[in-house]
T-cell receptor
Framework: AQSVAQPEDQVNVAEGNPLTVKCTYSVSGNPYLFWYVQYPNRGLQFLLKYITGDNLVKGSYGFEAEFNKSQTSFHLKKPSALVSDSALYFCAVRAPVSSYKLIFGSGTRLLVRP | DAGVTQSPTHLIKTRGQHVTLRCSPISGHKSVSWYQQVLGQGPQFIFQYYEKEERGRGNFPDRFSARQFPNYSSELNVNALLLGDSALYLC?????????????FGPGTRLLVL
């Protein structure tokens, strides 16, 4: 079965420090991987995706993610966190065999303190 | 350019009633997908439509149905509402249905069933 795990319900980090939000996946074949962010009472906003090629993907607002095939992980990172980064982050995977749907993790709440 | 739009933004219904949610995709996008996000969880895939044809269906009962119109807008219908249908309903659009395509989400319709 295809699945996505976000092992941390919440990540706390001080402003200016680096942040990491973890994601692991289980899918048959080569996955397509996505990160989205959700602010209160808003829909999902696309941050970045991995399709193929370079394992380090750069996205919006200074975020990047590293694809690790051997560890089946796709962790989201940012070198220097901002208070405005505080939000709910979702990792999602799409399998080649069922490419019509995104499978989402349960989400990780990021709290950046001043 | 306008993003994905959804209407209404909020809706309150009682058990047993029927509801219709509407979505307009980004201009030029031919695929629309629907997701249900229950509070505290990640979005769950309901349907994907492309060129007015259903391309995929998630694990939802037959009370849920959808359609796509010639202008690529879409409706999600839910019959015989249950308390458990209370959720944020998200619509997403993409240019086509390839696995690498990014889905762009609307702000959602928040449905409360009493």
């Amino acid at each position: 079965a295809q699945s996505v795990a976000q092992p941390e319900d919440q990540v706390n980090v001080a402003e200016g420090n680096p942040l990491t939000v973890k994601c692991t996946y289980s899918v048959s074949g080569n996955p397509y991987l996505f990160w989205y962010v959700q602010y209160p009472n808003r829909g999902l906003q696309f941050l970045l995706k991995y399709i193929t090629g370079d394992n380090l993907v750069k996205g919006s607002y200074g975020f990047e993610a590293e694809f690790n095939k051997s560890q089946t992980s796709f962790h989201l990172k940012k070198p220097s966190a901002l208070v405005s980064d505080s939000a709910l982050y979702f990792c999602a995977v799409r399998a080649p065999v069922s490419s019509y749907k995104l499978i989402f993790g349960s989400g990780t709440r990021l709290l950046v303190r001043p | 350019d306008a993003g994905v739009t959804q209407s209404p933004t909020h809706l309150i219904k009682t058990r047993g009633q029927h509801v219709t949610l509407r979505c307009s995709p980004i201009s030029g996008h031919k695929s629309v997908s629907w997701y249900q996000q229950v509070l505290g969880q990640g979005p769950q895939f309901i349907f994907q439509y492309y060129e007015k044809e259903e391309r995929g269906r998630g694990n939802f009962p037959d009370r849920f149905s959808a359609r796509q119109f010639p202008n690529y807008s879409s409706e999600l219908n839910v019959n015989a509402l249950l308390l458990g249908d209370s959720a944020l309903y998200l619509c997403a659009s993409s240019p086509s249905v390839g696995g690498e395509e990014t889905q762009y989400f609307g702000p959602g319709t928040r449905l409360l069933v009493l």
